[in-house]
């Protein structure tokens, strides 16, 4: 019975999300020269999903998943509706700007999950220094993001990501992109 009462409350939240803005279209991929450069050899056919982790001061930058409540990485899944195979990169990218707006540049290959997804590197030249520690998604992501959040790596445990066994990866990156500035 309590299985029919969330369901309920699911499908009535529905179709207020549904009056949403289309996200704009995506912008160009912006990948590093210097990430082409290096040629990471990565068998992207073994991953699907990317994601960013964006430094910011001595946090990074992670999206509050909506359906889980807890932190996640920007990004997801490759797209397969294009006529050519999208690289890790670009759906770091993409997936990047559709949950947190923002139009990344994809600076180096950090690792990966567990789980299989990439991790880069990203940079941001919009002022992310200056945004309160949470503030909004886009409204084009509510259906997925409730908020975005810059925390310290090194304050999270386990419980708080969405993906437990993200968190070594996720501090692994961290000091990866801060021992290249």
């Excluded at 009056?19 to 056919?45: F, I, K, Q, Y």
């Excluded at 084009?140 to 993200?166: G, M, Q, T, Y």
Aim: with cysteine; charged share 20%.
């Amino acid at each position: 019975m309590s299985f029919l009462f969330r369901l309920s409350a699911i499908l009535a939240v529905l179709p207020l999300f549904s009056c949403n803005p289309d996200a704009p279209n995506d912008p160009v991929c912006r990948v590093a020269e210097s990430l082409v450069l290096t040629n990471v050899n990565l068998n992207e056919g073994q991953y699907e999903a990317a994601a960013c982790i964006i430094k910011t001061g001595n946090k990074v930058l992670m999206i509050r998943h909506r359906l889980s409540g807890k932190l996640d990485f920007p990004g997801g899944g490759k797209s397969h509706n294009n006529e050519s195979e999208q690289s890790l990169a670009c759906t770091a990218h993409r997936e990047t700007w559709e949950e947190t707006g923002f139009n990344v540049e994809i600076q180096q290959f950090l690792g990966t999950t567990a789980r299989g997804l990439a991790l880069f590197g990203c940079g941001l030249d919009a002022g992310l220094d200056d945004l309160p520690n949470t503030f909004d998604a886009p409204p084009w992501s509510v259906i997925e993001v409730v908020a975005l959040e810059k925390v310290d790596p090194f304050l999270l445990n386990h419980d708080d990501l969405r993906f437990s066994d993200d968190l070594i990866p996720l501090r692994d990156g961290y000091i990866a992109i801060k021992n290249k500035q």
